[in-house]
């Protein structure tokens, strides 16, 4: 079980780290980035930013959602394409902010989340990045090739969370996957 994916929030805050990173990025940073984001969020509220599935792959942990945005430019299906109109189309390995959007779904919380994380790993390139993440991120399994999931029990327990606070964090993605559904046929 995850929580649902947020595509406003997952533009939000890449928009964020775009605006950090001078307006242009490498896609393996922003992922990185996006990830520890959501990794942060969980551990400090137990609720991630951009929400989704996460899968360990050959270069770490990966949301496969943003993954999609990135590599596509929109999500198969989805209607909203605010994705679109703020971040670029991938070019080689880069994606450039379009225009700076406006902070509407994002909580001044969040947005000062997207700074901190910054802050500590703004600094690193990707394979920086992704060696710390390979270092640090114990729920990452190591592969050399494909992907495994990485499930919301083990993102909290190598965050710190209790076997309680990981089953109040299992039962609290059930219910926003429910109404995620329910408003979704409404």
């Not at 805050?13 to 896609?27: P, V, W």
């Not at 984001?37 to 770490?60: I, K, Q, W």
């Not at 971040?87 to 700074?115: M, Q, Y």
Request: net charge positive.
């Amino acid at each position: 079980m995850s929580f649902s994916f947020s595509l406003a929030k997952a533009t939000e805050a890449s928009c964020l780290f775009l605006e950090h990173e001078g307006g242009t990025m490498n896609i393996l940073k922003l992922m990185k980035l996006v990830y520890l984001l959501d990794r942060l969020a969980l551990e400090r509220v137990g609720v991630p930013v951009a929400g989704g599935t996460c899968f360990s792959m050959r270069n770490g942990p990966v949301n496969s959602a943003l993954l999609d945005l990135i590599n596509a430019g929109s999500l198969w299906g989805e209607k909203d394409d605010e994705w679109e109109r703020y971040i670029s189309d991938r070019s080689g390995h880069e994606v450039k902010l379009r225009k700076k959007p406006k902070v509407a779904h994002l909580s001044p919380f969040e947005v000062r989340l997207v700074a901190e994380i910054y802050k500590q790993h703004g600094h690193r390139d990707q394979w920086a990045l992704v060696k710390w993440c390979h270092k640090h991120c114990k729920e990452w399994t190591p592969l050399e090739e494909g992907r495994v999931l990485i499930h919301l029990d083990e993102i909290g327990k190598a965050v710190g969370k209790t076997d309680k606070q990981r089953q109040r964090l299992k039962e609290r993605a059930s219910a926003d996957t429910q109404l995620d559904r329910l408003f979704a046929t409404a």
